[in-house]
């Protein structure tokens, strides 16, 4: 894949008009996020890791919501906790809220926007999952402010999860990685369906590599970071606020 200049991107407004579109797609536990690689292991590996390390936990925030299936994964570990959700879709958040009222949740409450703009309660948050969203980040300055607002927003002790797609340092590997990816997509539905998803990532995403994000975590305070699954270019990893 070639790699579009930042400037040339999509715009925050023409992600959004596309996620408005395609609302019933990412509303399901199962099929919602099939051009993931290994979506099924990664949400499982969050919601019963992030049970785990913060078994006390009362507050979560789920940025880049979509239709919540983060989030109800999560309660279905850890039932009761308040949920806050971001999105820059509203019609992805209503229907969030709509699915998650069915779930054993506390306060829900829905911020609709870009999570940048938005103010949130700062050390608040004993969870934070951003997944499949950081993509869309752009340059240096932009992610640096976007994992030191996070990490300015949850609690100590609190953790943060990121599931996501990544680039790779090295050429090779960041080809032979993509191909992978390709076979991926091309057993789901075929070689048409693989280069529409090319096409849209081409337009749309600005990927990190997983090393790059781990070490911004640490930068902006993050002592214990770790990697809970990785396969092809698609990864979940966590960073704790000690």
Not at 20 to 31: A, M, N, P, Q, Y
Not at 34 to 61: R, Y
Not at 79 to 92: E, K, Q, T, Y
Not at 199 to 227: A, H, N, W
Request: overall charge negative; hydrophobic content about 35%.
């Amino acid at each position: 894949m070639t790699k579009k200049p930042l400037d040339k991107k999509s715009s925050v407004n023409e992600i959004k008009e596309r996620f408005d579109r395609d609302v019933e797609r990412f509303s399901d536990l199962e099929t919602g996020q099939q051009a993931v690689v290994d979506a099924p292991i990664i949400l499982e590996l969050i919601s019963k890791i992030a049970a785990g390390v913060k078994p006390d936990a009362k507050n979560l925030l789920d940025i880049g919501s979509g239709a919540g299936n983060n989030t109800i994964s999560i309660l279905r570990e850890k039932p009761g906790i308040n949920c806050d959700l971001v999105d820059i879709s509203l019609p992805m958040l209503e229907k969030a809220k709509e699915r998650i009222s069915k779930e054993d949740a506390g306060e829900v409450k829905i911020f609709h926007g870009d999570f940048r703009d938005i103010d949130l309660p700062v050390s608040h948050y004993d969870l934070i999952v951003a997944a499949a969203v950081l993509h869309h980040l752009r340059d240096d300055a932009d992610w640096e402010r976007c994992f030191q607002k996070i990490y300015e927003l949850l609690k100590l002790g609190g953790a943060f999860f990121v599931s996501d797609m990544v680039h790779h340092q090295h050429p090779t590997i960041h080809n032979k990685m993509w191909d992978r990816y390709g076979d991926h997509l091309e057993s789901i539905s075929g070689n048409e369906y693989k280069q529409k998803v090319f096409e849209y990532i081409e337009k749309e995403d600005s990927p990190r590599s997983l090393s790059y994000q781990m070490e911004l975590m640490k930068k902006v305070g993050f002592t214990t970071v770790d990697v809970l699954h990785k396969n092809s270019c698609f990864t979940a990893f966590v960073g704790i606020k000690e």
